[in-house]
Nanobody, 122 residues
Framework: QVQLMESGGGLVQPGGSLRLSCAAS????????MGWYRQAPGKQRELVAT???????NYADSVKGRFTISRDNAKNTMYLQMNSLKPEDTAVYYC????????????????WGQGTQVTVSS
């Protein structure tokens, strides 16, 4: 089993930055793919970014050039650096992980965190 815990959410003004963290415990060595989803009120869950143990990354068009996903295997932690934040980035952000990148991208990951709220507002 793998447990995921997000942190780093909060309230930030437009144009500001936040860094989300996702700490993993348990059988971390079994995880190939990790990523971040977000869900805004009244909207469908959206895949934001993914990373694999091989180092490949992928981003939603809406966040390309502004968000950076990274992974520190020594600390069993994944990060999402969010810059130039916009009000439309407001959402609950969820960390997720799975052995299969395909499962993760389809929203059928085995492991999910509890979510952290990000609010972008002046």
């Amino acid at each position: 089993q793998v447990q995921l815990m997000e942190s780093g959410g909060g309230l930030v003004q437009p144009g500001g930055s936040l860094r989300l963290s996702c700490a993993a415990s348990g059988r971390f060595f079994s995880i190939n793919a990790m990523g971040w989803y977000r869900q805004a009120p009244g909207k469908q869950r959206e895949l934001v970014a993914t990373t694999t143990s091989g180092g490949s990354t992928n981003y939603a068009d809406s966040v390309k050039g502004r968000f950076t996903i990274s992974r520190d295997n020594a600390k069993n932690t994944m990060y999402l650096q969010m810059n130039s934040l916009k009000p439309e980035d407001t959402a609950v952000y969820y960390c997720t992980a799975d052995q299969s990148l395909s499962n993760l991208r389809s929203g059928h990951s085995d492991y999910w965190g509890q979510g952290t709220q990000v609010t972008v507002s002046s």
